[in-house]
């Protein structure tokens, strides 16, 4: 089964319009982390935003929040006012293991954001 | 330079040939991770390591080898190249400490060819 699924492969958005890029997850572990990271064009990874699964409010930095849905499994990455830089690949990952030595950072498919002028 | 930094960045190689993608970080991170990029299916862990001398497989380890003598060295190696290793492999790094906020830092990256 699908650690994390990111049912979006492509989006397009309006500047300046908000969008919301999906992220569903599987962990039977009580201990996680949830983290957006965007790949630009260039190809290197950025860490965007994290939230942790004790965290009782949603992780925001900046123009990006993270819509955290513990019951329902889901981390949506919010970003408002689009701009023209956000278009890029952007990652769902999940960290998981609640022992030293067996902690695994796990990435979803990734969905391509394009923003139209 | 502190970071993580991967080498080759670009490597052609030809089917059968052993090759090895080096990654070296100045952090002491505890963990280190090697994925590969391949279109639609995203970033696919192929192993990753807690400490020096503690290795794991990911989803997709067959081919593969790893080694972790150093804290800061994480070399990868192909010992019989495939066509469908032909990808973009990417190492990482972070400190594990479950759910608090250590991030994954990565490399650049190696685009690896195999023909």
């Known amino acids: 089964a699908q650690k994390i699924t990111q049912t979006q492969p492509g989006m397009f958005v309006q500047e300046k319009e908000a969008v919301t890029l999906d992220c569903t997850y599987d962990t039977s572990d009580q201990s996680y982390g949830l983290f957006w990271y965007k790949q630009p064009s260039s190809g290197e990874m950025i860490f965007l935003i994290y939230?942790?699964?004790?965290?009782?409010q949603n992780a925001t930095e900046g123009r990006y929040s993270l819509n955290f849905q513990k019951a329902r499994k889901s981390a949506n990455l919010v970003i408002s006012a689009s701009q023209l830089g956000d278009s890029a690949m952007y990652f769902c990952a999940m960290r998981e293991g609640q022992n030293f030595g067996n902690e695994k950072l796990t990435f979803g498919t990734g969905t391509r954001l394009t923003i139209i002028p | 330079d502190a970071g993580i930094t991967q080498s080759p960045r670009y490597k052609i190689t030809e089917t059968g040939r052993q090759v090895t993608l080096m990654c070296h970080q100045t952090?002491?991170?505890?963990?280190m991770f090697w994925y590969r990029q391949d279109l639609g299916h995203g970033l696919r862990l192929i192993y990753y390591s807690a400490a020096a001398d503690i290795t794991d497989k990911g989803e997709v380890p067959d081919g593969y080898v790893v080694s972790r003598s150093k804290t800061e060295n994480f070399p990868l190696t192909l010992e019989s190249a495939t066509r469908s290793q032909t990808s973009v492999y990417f190492c990482a790094s972070s400190e594990g400490t479950g759910v608090e906020n250590t991030e994954a830092f990565f490399g650049q990256g190696t685009r690896l060819t195999v023909v």
């Open positions: 939230q942790g699964s004790y965290d009782e």
């Open positions: 952090w002491s991170h505890s963990y």
